[in-house]
Every structure is written in structure tokens, then in C-alpha cells.
């Protein structure tokens, strides 16, 4: 997880809980949206990752052949 992508999360949990203490919806809404879209951009990361090493590991096994 990039620095990034943990300030993107608590940007929105705090919009989040500001939105559940002054009972406005939409800020509570907003809130949750941009914290499940940091939390999916950390997991495309790593998907994008985990795919990058397999590639290479694969790669690295047709060079052994």
C-alpha cells in the first residue's frame, strides 16, 4: 500500500464519520465511496503485481528450457 493510497482511505473514513456526526447522508455517502475506491485501487495494484511476477516467474522458467 503507497502512502497514497492509505490517505486516499482515511480522507474518506474521516469525510465518512464527519457525515455519521452531523447526520448528513450525502457527506457519510461521499465518504464511503472514496474510501472503497482507494481500498479497490490498493487491490488493482496488487493484482497488477501478483500478474507482473507470475509473468516473470513463467519468463524466467521458458529461459531455463
Keep these: 500500500m503507497t502512502l ?6 482515511m480522507a474518506g473514513k474521516a469525510k465518512e464519520k464527519e ?4 447526520g448528513d447522508k450525502a457527506r ?5 465511496g472514496e474510501k472503497l475506491a482507494a481500498k479497490a485501487k490498493e487491490k488493482l495494484k ?6 507482473k511476477d507470475s ?3 513463467a519468463k524466467d522458467e ?3 528450457k
Design 28 to 32: 457519510e455517502a461521499q465518504g464511503k
Design 55 to 57: 509473468f516473470e516467474d
Design 19 to 22: 457525515g455519521q456526526m452531523t
Design 4 to 9: 497514497e493510497d492509505k490517505k486516499d482511505q
Design 46 to 51: 496488487q493484482a497488477k503485481d501478483s500478474a
Design 62 to 64: 521458458l529461459k531455463k
